[in-house]
């Protein structure tokens, strides 16, 4: 199993800067990627970025050049451990819950973590 933490989540005003933070825990050797997903209220959960263990990154249209998405090994180990969310020129539409996600390399399985509430005042 793998566990997930989030932390980081707030209030912020428009045009400010946020950084979330996902600790992975347990079997993260089994990790391939970890990414952040988001959900409003009334709307589907979204991707908004993903880094695999090899480091390469994706980003939603809507937040690319304003979110950064990055990852730090879990210590001595060269598999994913902490990955943070960097949330710069922060938009009303940006508020949401955020969540971080795990994908299973050796499965289909997909782990989540509590979710963080992020709200942006305009």
């Known amino acids: 199993q793998v566990q997930l933490v989030e932390s980081g989540g707030g209030l912020v005003q428009a045009g400010g800067s946020l950084r979330l933070s996902c600790a992975a825990s347990?079997?993260?050797?089994?990790?391939?990627?970890i990414g952040w997903y988001r959900q409003a209220p009334g709307k589907q959960r979204e991707l908004v970025a993903q880094?695999?263990?090899?480091?390469?990154?994706?980003?939603?249209?809507?937040v690319k050049d304003r979110f950064t998405i990055s990852r730090d090994n879990a210590k001595g180990t060269p598999f994913l451990g902490t990955v943070l969310l960097q949330m710069n020129s922060v938009k009303p539409e940006d508020t949401a819950v955020y969540y971080c996600n795990a994908n299973d390399a050796f499965s289909t399985s997909v782990f989540w973590g509590q979710g963080t509430q992020v709200t942006v005042s305009s």
């Open positions: 347990g079997r993260t050797f089994r990790i391939n990627a």
């Open positions: 880094i695999s263990s090899r480091g390469r990154t994706n980003y939603a249209d809507s």
